[in-house]
């Protein structure tokens, strides 16, 4: 198969630029609504079918696997998307850097699970992880067909691989729970799903060929994904440590109720946003160089993004008892008490990850490797003393060091991006300010209610919810309101 090499084009107008941007957010958010509302319904049916401790045991090796893909190349890949230009002997090289990294964790992996079994005290883990090494093999296909996709601006055709690659996850997750494979349904699942989207994304891209294991030359691109590797260990120290450090002190019960209520919570910050940073990184990049452009582009990315990120947490936080009790059943009636904790973080975690886009398209990864840090460092600590008061300990640290994190990154990003501290929160006001009135409003319609089924519970508060939302922003951020829809509707395909 024939590649030609990746050159820059003509600089392109704002306005072109705007409406490239527009419909690959569309595409992007929109295809991961479709697919996440597919793995969604399969997801809450498994919940039902399968026990805590399955959930638990899982916990456990995707602490491991979230590890080991810090240094799968995506770092490596994602340099392809900032470069000026990019030629097909470095596509080669990268493809070829790609495979080596894999196959070795793939085989690490698969020599280390004895010990990683030990250390969690759970014998399952181990066969576990080495069935899950065969992962690695998607990997390289799916990473150089992204970074390829991406310097297009083209996210039609990855929306449509990942949608299917969603409905095979769904199908083969539901098939495996309802034939009682137990753990290994959540084994098998993503296996479905990522050689479904190693197909799909080499055949969207063309990506097919041959690799080069001669990296003369190469240097930049490697350096370049070394500072991000070096950025994402320490967000994995920020995002797993509370698994690495609970495995060893709570049941598996316990650690499942706690882990699916950080899924439940982190839904939006670990399903929605890191789409829309895919976009915004590709256009930050574009217009690297217009100070004015890329400013008011973060500015209303943060706006926006917090205008539908907020309304969801906190109606999380007001509305969990009878959530719970309808979506995952009496099992898992524990999970409530964690939710709303874990909810309140989450606001934080979803503003904090914004920054890092803005800035590694500015060629300044040193700026997210520091406030990953940061990240590495306080919230291990935090949980280091949560645990000491079990998985509701655990929660309370992500609130409480979620909040030194994004000051920190806000300190460290902001004169780089050159916005104020003043413009972010001017920017991220109306959501927050009319989704904390909207659950003062819920809390008191709550309190009114008289006694009544969850799921008929669950739906009133939705609807006074929402409507509540809808009215003050109408009422008080109706311009607001106006730039969210003209987006959507300038972005929508004809």
């Avoid at 915004?280 to 500015?299: H, I, N, P, T």
């Avoid at 999380?316 to 898992?332: I, N």
Wanted: hydrophobic fraction near 60%; glycine fraction near 8%; charge should be positive.
């Amino acid at each position: 198969m024939k590649h030609e090499a990746l050159q820059p084009g003509e600089p392109e107008r704002p306005g072109a630029l705007l409406a490239r941007v527009r419909q690959a957010v569309i595409w992007r958010s929109g295809s991961q609504i479709v697919a996440q509302a597919v793995a969604w319904g399969a997801t809450f049916m498994v919940i039902r079918l399968l026990d805590p401790a399955d959930y638990g045991l899982f916990a456990m090796t995707q602490v491991v696997l979230v590890f080991l893909n810090l240094m799968n190349g995506y770092g490596i890949a994602s340099a392809l998307i900032r470069a000026e230009q990019v030629s097909r002997l470095e596509l080669r090289q990268v493809f070829g850097m790609l495979l080596l990294l894999n196959l070795g964790l793939g085989l690490a992996q698969f020599a280390a699970a004895p010990w990683i079994a030990a250390y969690y005290r759970q014998d399952a883990v181990a066969a576990l992880l080495r069935v899950q090494a065969l992962l690695y093999i998607a990997t390289p296909f799916i990473a150089l067909a992204h970074a390829i996709l991406s310097r297009r601006m083209d996210f039609k055709r990855p929306a449509q691989v990942r949608l299917l690659s969603a409905l095979a996850g769904a199908g083969t997750a539901l098939g495996c729970a309802l034939a009682g494979f137990g753990v290994w349904t959540l084994v098998a699942a993503p296996m479905a799903i990522f050689y479904v989207e190693a197909i799909g994304m080499t055949w969207a891209a063309r990506s097919l060929m041959w690799p080069s294991f001669r990296f003369r030359g190469s240097g930049g691109l490697f350096g370049y994904g070394a500072a991000m590797m070096l950025a994402q260990f320490f967000w994995f120290l920020q995002s797993q440590a509370d698994v690495l450090i609970a495995g060893r002190v709570v049941d598996p019960h316990s650690l499942g109720i706690y882990t699916t209520a950080l899924f439940l919570t982190q839904i939006i910050a670990s399903k929605f946003v890191p789409p829309l940073n895919e976009v915004a990184f590709a256009a930050y990049s574009r217009v690297q160089g217009q100070s004015d452009v890329m400013q008011g582009a973060f500015l209303k990315t943060v706006r926006l993004i917090m205008l539908v990120a907020m309304p969801a947490y906190m109606g999380l936080a007001v509305t969990a008892g009878p959530l719970v009790a309808t979506m995952l059943g009496e099992k898992w009636l524990e999970t409530a008490a964690i939710v709303p904790i874990l909810a309140l973080a989450m606001p934080l975690l979803t503003l904090q990850i914004l920054f890092a886009p803005a800035t590694n398209a500015l060629g300044k990864p040193g700026i997210s490797l520091r406030a990953s840090m940061a990240g590495g460092v306080v919230l291990p600590a935090a949980f280091l003393i949560g645990v000491h008061y079990g998985i509701a300990g655990l929660a309370w640290g992500w609130l409480g060091g979620m909040a030194l994190v994004l000051a920190f990154t806000a300190m460290q990003s902001l004169p780089a991006i050159g916005v104020r501290a003043r413009d972010v929160v001017l920017a991220v006001a109306p959501g927050v300010l009319a989704s904390l009135a909207m659950a003062g409003i819920v809390i008191a319609v709550d309190g009114m209610l008289p006694t009544l089924p969850p799921a008929e519970r669950l739906v009133l508060l939705i609807g006074a919810g929402a409507a509540s939302y809808a009215a003050l922003l109408f009422l008080f951020a109706r311009s607001v309101v106006n730039d969210a829809w003209s987006l959507i509707r300038t972005a929508a395909p004809a």
